[in-house]
């Protein structure tokens, strides 16, 4: 079975990597908030979890 690469979702959905592209987009348009906002919250806060909680969804 292969892999569908235009579906992409983060590999381990507890990291936000900010350095991927497509991982920062996809972050960003899970919380509703811009890529520099997520950023921010990446680096104060660093777990996924920790960054949905701040962002309060």
Known sequence: MSD???KRRPQDATKVNVT?????????NKFGVTKEKLK?????????AAVQKYMGK
Do not use: D, K, Q
């Open 4 to 6: 569908n690469l235009s």
């Open 20 to 28: 991927e592209t497509w991982e920062l987009e996809y972050w960003s």
């Open 40 to 48: 921010e919250a990446v680096n104060i806060f660093g777990t996924a």
